[in-house]
């Protein structure tokens, strides 16, 4: 049930990014929306973990991917992909 409803909130999201005006933008959404998707079933296998030490890992995995899918769309939409400007060049 879990799993449709991050589908559900994923399809959601997209039809959301749709409204935005650039294609910069609309990858960005996308991005996040993967990452959060990703984390949500890391946290749906932590709850149905067997022992603490594994459910901690999964949680913090999952913590991991959120604020990598959040960087990585922060730079999508702060920084110009076909210069570099994100690491100087």
């Known amino acids: 049930m ?3 409803m991050v589908l559900g909130l994923a399809a ?6 749709a409204c935005n005006s650039t294609p910069r ?6 991005i ?6 990703v984390a949500d079933n890391l946290e749906a296998a932590a709850d149905n973990a067997t ?3 594994a459910e901690d890992a999964l ?6 991917v959120r604020e ?5 769309a922060k730079d999508m939409r702060t920084n110009d992909p076909d210069t ?6």
């Open 2 to 4: 879990k799993k449709m």
């Open 12 to 17: 959601g999201l997209a039809a959301l990014s």
């Open 25 to 30: 933008e609309n990858a960005a959404d996308a």
């Open 32 to 37: 996040e929306a993967n990452a959060g998707a």
């Open 51 to 53: 022992t603490d030490a």
């Open 59 to 64: 949680e913090n995995k999952a913590d991991a």
């Open 68 to 72: 990598t899918g959040d960087a990585k």
């Open 84 to 89: 570099n400007l994100a690491n100087g060049m």
